[in-house]
């Protein structure tokens, strides 16, 4: 499987949920721009509203209303900025926006608000999903894209970044007032900048998570879950999931995801990371074959045993069927795996589970992982690259991402004043957790040939897990192979493509930091 065709996980989501990422704002879509003046601008942010947003079953199920805001009014960017401003230096000029097709209608409606507030018109340009990377990099390289925005997998950002085929935002969030202080560190350093410079808007925010059933666990260990010590350590969840492994026909102790390629990296950088594993020295050397990334791979050989059926083949969409059908026991995933649990309509195990703290490894560190994620950033050759900016800055703002986090859809905030939002707690089981671990998180760097280093890494902890070869060979031969991968980007040759004291901060944001619990 190709994930560079996959902007991100939601494009799964996309064609079965009811409520896309960008579902808002249908009661102005076909008055765009036919008005001869725009309307009030508040009107339009009164519209912008859980009542107009939040499908409403599950408003009704959680008691959500406009009266108890998921987000804060004074962080929320749309609601800050002068849109009168906005509309003086840019109504009637067009932003044209990449988008993949398949989310072409759900981004048109969602837009439309945004047009009405700025005066600004887009026009999206659609590109097949399973083409998006190859075309996007096409035009890029052209020097002429078709599109001025995008929004794109978080880890192609050095492929983009590096040769200069992203427009810097840095005078852009200044001038308009970015509020990127309410990001949290890892989704600002790792999706915003790179080599110091900003160039993205942080879109789809994930943290992988440990996930829990509880009627099971509570069963087999005879009393009730406490987030950071039921399960304080990855030696625990073996020998839980062992247990759990017997405790129902058609349930396998632990749901895991180590398919080849990119899914058994991001497994493998989830563990491993709490061992203090890092992927590379600060000459850009590979050390991942060593001690803590040899641990890692060892706890998912044990874990293996108390896998899923067909775990060795399993990506993400198959981990979710899995344990929202209720399939597995404890599950390794995303942090939606614990908002979508609790909607009755996507979940089969409403009200028996729990998003704990992260396992500790003896010898390690409490480093919750962010993998995978999308981000948002404007063309170097864009016409248009302040329209399409605000665009941007509107489609990510602090309201409409915790919505989308209310929907259940997939689409991750990163703020920090929606994640600690005691309501929108009430609507996302994870979030109390997830916003603890993010002071403490680990994130692999943004660098010119990513994807195939996932890819790469990928394969060897496959061929491992299913018996090939050792866990030695297959961390030996994945870092000889990522080697030649970083000499054919530019890196070993006297001036990288990456400056690694610049990368450093967002690699690891926990150190020195008290634990959550």
Not at 69 to 95: C, F, H, N, Y
Not at 236 to 265: C, D, Q, Y
Not at 458 to 486: C, T
Request: glycine share 10%; hydrophobic share 40%.
């Amino acid at each position: 499987m190709d994930y560079r065709g996959k902007l991100s996980r939601r494009s799964f989501l996309a064609r079965g949920s009811a409520a896309g990422a960008l579902a808002i704002g249908s009661t102005w879509s076909g008055k765009l721009l036919a008005e001869t003046a725009l309307p009030d601008p508040q009107s339009i942010l009164d519209d912008i509203s859980i009542s107009k947003y939040v499908r409403q079953d599950y408003q009704k199920l959680y008691g959500m209303s406009d009266s108890k805001p998921i987000w804060d009014a004074d962080k929320d960017w749309i609601r800050t900025v002068d849109w009168e401003a906005v509309r003086s230096e840019l109504a009637g000029t067009t932003v044209r926006f990449a988008v993949g097709a398949a989310d072409a209608e759900s981004a048109a409606e969602g837009l439309a608000p945004f047009e009405a507030l700025s005066g600004i018109k887009v026009e999206l340009v659609p590109i097949p999903d399973d083409s998006m990377y190859d075309k996007v990099l096409a035009e890029f390289i052209s020097g002429n894209a078709s599109f001025d925005a995008l929004q794109f997998f978080s880890p192609w950002m050095g492929d983009f970044a590096a040769p200069g085929f992203l427009y810097p935002l840095d005078d852009f969030a200044e001038k308009w007032s970015l509020p990127l202080d309410d990001f949290y560190d890892t989704y600002k350093l790792n999706y915003g900048f790179f080599n110091g410079t900003m160039y993205g808007i942080p879109f789809d925010c994930d943290i992988q998570m440990v996930h829990l059933r509880k009627g099971y666990v509570e069963k087999v260990l005879g009393g009730s879950i406490d987030r950071a010590n039921t399960v304080p350590s990855y030696d625990e969840l073996i020998r839980l999931s062992a247990e759990l492994n017997k405790v129902e026909p058609g349930v396998s102790g632990v749901g895991l995801m180590a398919a080849p390629g990119f899914w058994s990296t991001y497994t493998w950088e989830h563990i491993s990371a709490q061992a203090g594993m890092m992927l590379f020295d600060e000459n850009w050397e590979p050390i991942f074959n060593g001690d803590a990334g040899m641990k890692g791979l060892e706890i998912i050989l044990a874990l293996s045993k108390n896998a899923n059926e067909g775990f060795a083949g399993a990506g993400w969409p198959e981990n979710r069927a899995a344990w929202l059908g209720g399939q597995v026991a404890t599950n390794i995933s995303w942090q939606d795996s614990g908002t979508q649990a609790m909607r009755p309509d996507q979940s089969q195990i409403v009200d028996d589970f729990v998003t704990i703290y992260e396992p500790r490894i003896d010898g390690g560190r409490f480093a919750p992982p962010n993998i995978a994620g999308s981000t948002s950033c404007v063309s170097a050759s864009a016409k248009n690259p302040e329209g399409a900016f605000l665009m941007l800055a509107f489609l990510t703002t602090s309201s409409i991402m915790s919505m989308n986090e209310a929907n259940a859809n997939g689409v991750a905030p990163g703020y920090k004043s929606v994640l600690t939002n005691p309501n929108l707690q009430e609507v996302s089981q994870p979030a109390k957790v997830w916003a603890d671990s993010l002071e403490h998180a680990w994130c692999a760097p943004r660098l010119p040939g990513a994807f195939p280093i996932e890819q790469a890494i990928g394969n060897e902890i496959n061929r491992a897990v299913v018996g090939q070869i050792s866990a030695k060979e297959a961390l030996d031969n994945a870092a000889a192979a990522v080697k030649q991968i970083m000499t054919e980007n530019g890196f070993y040759a006297g001036n990288d493509p990456v400056d690694y004291a610049a990368a450093l901060p967002g690699l690891y944001v926990g150190e020195g930091k008290p634990l959550p619990f």
